[in-house]
């Protein structure tokens, strides 16, 4: 037997909405729940009764899971198949989502209207639209993995039906264009101070060579740590870049790499300690880049910029596209010229 009840609630901007729970219960003991939210409490008692009435009529098709979204993101975060693939940004966000009003709901109760509202939330809070994308994109992908790895009656549809209007309101969006590249005399800066850090620390770690091979190979800093001696080609001068980066691709996604220039040297003067040819934690690295740039005084410089301007002055160099591409690993041309693209024009001049 089947009922139903209407509770009142506040929303964040002080509106109230009305939410009807349908409960169904066998031998006193609760075996399905489901409910819906309506801004007037007629809407939400008519829905009630005639959803009440369909159950006692034509029964249950199937027990719905009830799950609050906090759980499902747990889930998704600890499930075998799922975890290893989670990258450190998605896992930090989502598990920062779990302290939002929108994780303590029911996955199966979220409508659009409630992804609209956190994400406006958050901007109000001061996040930028990029960054709500995140947001937006990341419980998007739990939603979506809810059915075929669970077998729960959980739907992405409601992130698909909000995502027009987030944009129309620019609620989400793409981040700005970074055109950010070294200034005159940072390199050299940047280079002396990484220097004097290697040498009075414990950690040993190369951060010269590193600082270096990043901007001639274009690699991102996990890359660089990734490499292998036994995919090192002496003879072409190549390395073997495993499991590239790619939105298409996650895993599997190799790519032999020129070492251009000094790479080349930089490679084969590092110590053998294993199979790794740069044995250290990223995070260590970008750590101690972070450091030396804040001491040094220099702003808006991140490490993964060094991998724009790798790009950029090969394309000074009169290296095509494709050719730069190889080195990047870019499979669209696109987003490799407008995204890791900054020339400077006096860098351009050349006789005619």
Known sequence: MSSHYVEKRKRADGTTKYRCKVVVKEKGKVIHQESKTFDKKASADTWGKRRSNEIDLNGLSRPIEYIKINDLIDRYLTDPKIAPNVKRTKGACLTMLKSYGIAKLYAHDLKSS????????????????????????????????????????????????????????????????????????????????????EEHRSAHIPFVDIFQFSILTCMRLGEVTNLKWVD?????????????????????????????????????????????????????????????????????????????????????????????????????????????????????????
């Open 114 to 197: 409630d992804i609209i509202e956190h994400c406006h939330q958050r901007i109000s809070s001061g996040a930028k639209p990029a960054t709500v994308a995140h947001d937006y994109f990341y419980l998007k992908s739990v939603f979506k993995a809810a059915k075929p790895f669970w077998g729960m009656e959980i739907t992405e549809q409601p992130y698909v039906d909000a995502k027009p209007m987030l944009e129309q309101m620019n609620l989400i969006g793409k981040s700005q264009r970074r055109t950010r590249r070294l200034k005159k005399g940072e390199y050299e800066a940047l280079e002396q101070g990484l220097k004097i850090r």
């Open 232 to 352: 090192l080609d002496n003879d072409t001068r190549t390395i073997l870049c495993r499991d590239r980066k790619d939105p298409r691709k996650k895993e599997g996604n190799h790519m032999r790499v020129p070492l251009l220039g000094e790479a080349y040297s930089i490679t084969i003067r590092q110590p053998r300690k294993g199979e790794l040819i740069f044995p250290y934690n990223p995070k260590s690295i970008g750590s101690g880049f972070r450091s030396v740039r804040k001491k040094l005084g220099i702003k808006e410089l991140t490490y993964h910029d060094l991998r724009r301007e790798g790009a950029s002055r090969l394309f000074e160099r009169d290296y095509r596209i494709e050719e730069v591409a190889q080195v990047t690993g870019h499979k669209d041309l696109k987003v490799l010229w407008n995204v890791y693209t900054a020339l400077n024009p006096e860098n351009l001049h050349r006789d005619l």
